[in-house]
Every structure is written in C-alpha cells, then in structure tokens.
C-alpha cells in the first residue's frame, strides 16, 4: 500500500516547455486535489476532482490543466511553464478520516 | 470566500515551555486540520476536528475546535526540539474537500 506517489521529486524546466506531473493513488479515493506550496503562502488548491471524468479549477488554476481518467491517476500539466511556477507541487486525496498528501515534486523554471 | 488567518507565524519557544497557536476562519465549515510539516518534507496529518468543541491530544499537542467563535487551537505542552517544524491549520470547504491553508506557523524549539 504506497498511498500518495507522485513523480518526478524534482524537475527544472526552460520557460516555454511544457511537462506532465504524476500523481497516483492506491486507496481507492475518489476525491483528489493538486496544490503548490511557495514561501510565505501556505498550499494553495490548484485543480481537484470528485471521481474520475470530474475536475474543477481552484484558487490558482492559470497556467494548469488536469485529466483524471481513472480513480488512480490525477496527472498535472504544465502547458508552457513560466518561472512564476518555480514551486513544490503536493498531490492530495481525501479519505474518511483525513486528507493525505504525496511527497511533492520541486519544480524549478528557468 | 472562506479564509484563514493562523498566529503567530514565527515561534521560538525554550523547551519545557507551553504555547497555543490559533487558527481563525471565516465562514462555517464541518472540517478543521492540523498538518505537520518538516523542512523539505510533506505534510504529516496531526489532527482531523469535525465538530464544536472536538478536543484531541497526541502526546504534548493538543487541538480544540470552536465553530461558534470559527477558532481553532493547537496547544503544545513542555515543548522539546522534536516539535521544532511548521504547523497548518487548514479548513475543509463546505464538505467539498477543497483546503484552505492557514499561512503557516513556524515552530523552532531551543534547549
């Protein structure tokens, strides 16, 4: 039982580029959730999804795109990555007795 | 739009000393977290407080609810430098499972 994995742990990218974050769960969770933690702001909620073929924008969705075709997977993409999104990425999904957060990925566009 | 407001953002604490951090929000939810976070780590879930006056404790952290006043307390007991981290609060909107995260508290706990 992995619980939250997400992949890659750390990325840099050229401005303009884009990229795909990894997110998987093994609970069977249907609620999940991607949020970017930068210095100073707490996490703030960046896309979520109550079960797959559902998503819906959070706080700060610019710049990002999400799918979820599986339970599993919630995947996060970068369309054409800009230095504002220098961040460490959390991937969460929510159980019944609390919200569980994977490791991160450090993002860092030059 | 909900918010949440945690104080003091900074805390240096000798250790064997008690302190509350506070946690302020500003419309109803049915949720309230604690998180741990260690430097360059995830979150560590603490606390999961789901109704007015909810109290636990783990060991020298205890958390209590108050969803009249739309407060939350953590409450560190004999603070040692294991504690030393960042604490979360953060508010589960309306059921939904969105968070909104409080800033933050830095914790750093000196002999």
């Known amino acids: 039982n992995a619980g939250v994995t997400q992949t890659p742990k750390f990325q840099v990218l050229k401005t303009g580029q884009s990229m795909t974050l990894q997110c998987a769960q093994d609970m069977n969770h249907e609620y999940m959730s991607w949020y970017r933690q930068d210095p100073g702001m707490g996490l703030r909620l960046i896309h979520y999804s109550v079960g797959a073929g559902i998503t819906d924008q959070g706080e700060v969705p610019n710049g990002y795109n999400v799918s979820r075709s599986t339970t599993e997977d919630f995947p996060l993409r970068l369309l054409s990555a800009a230095p504002s999104q220098t961040s460490v990425y959390f991937c969460?999904?929510?159980?019944?007795?609390?919200?569980?957060f994977g490791p991160g990925t450090r993002l860092t566009v030059l | 739009e909900l918010k949440v407001e945690q104080n003091p953002l900074f805390l240096s604490m000798q250790e064997g000393k008690n302190y509350t951090i506070y946690c302020n929000y500003s419309t109803t939810s049915d949720r309230l977290y604690w998180y741990r976070q260690d430097p360059g780590k995830s979150l560590e879930s603490l606390f999961v407080l789901l109704s007015n006056g909810a109290v636990k404790q783990e060991g020298r952290l205890m958390a209590s609810l108050d969803t009249k006043a739309r407060l939350s307390t953590l409450h560190i007991t004999a603070a040692v430098h294991d504690l030393s981290a960042t604490y979360f609060c953060a508010v589960e909107e309306n059921q939904g499972g969105k968070l909104i995260f409080g800033q933050g508290t830095e914790l750093s706990v000196k002999p």
């Open positions: 969460a999904t929510r159980g019944l007795a609390t919200q569980y």
